[in-house]
């Protein structure tokens, strides 16, 4: 059963990051039924991107240390944990155009 009250903060950033997936998801046609290729494939880091009709979105994930990988110009991190090339430490990033 999912908790919604009396989070530990690492509890709390995690069902913020899931909520905020989710508006992402509610906005963009391409994670729900889009078209997946792989752009990056590494034994602890993967990118992929989801493409439908128009629209366009780039997901990282990343279990090893800090990577560094950047979207095509016009894309941003709609969950807010990658910034400047970079890919955080055990962090999955969604980057959208706004």
Request: aromatic content about 10%; hydrophobic content about 40%.
């Amino acid at each position: 059963m999912q908790r919604f009250t009396g989070l530990t903060a690492a509890e709390q950033k995690s069902l913020s990051n899931l909520q905020k997936a989710g508006t992402l998801r509610a906005q963009h046609v391409a994670l729900r039924r889009g078209t997946r290729s792989n752009v990056v494939v590494e034994d602890y880091f993967w990118v992929y991107k989801v493409t439908f009709e128009a629209d366009e979105v780039y997901v990282a994930i990343n279990r090893d240390n800090t990577k560094s990988w950047s979207p095509p110009a016009g894309f941003v991190d709609g969950l807010g944990n990658c910034a400047g090339g970079s890919v955080p430490i055990l962090t999955a990033c969604i980057f959208v155009r706004p």
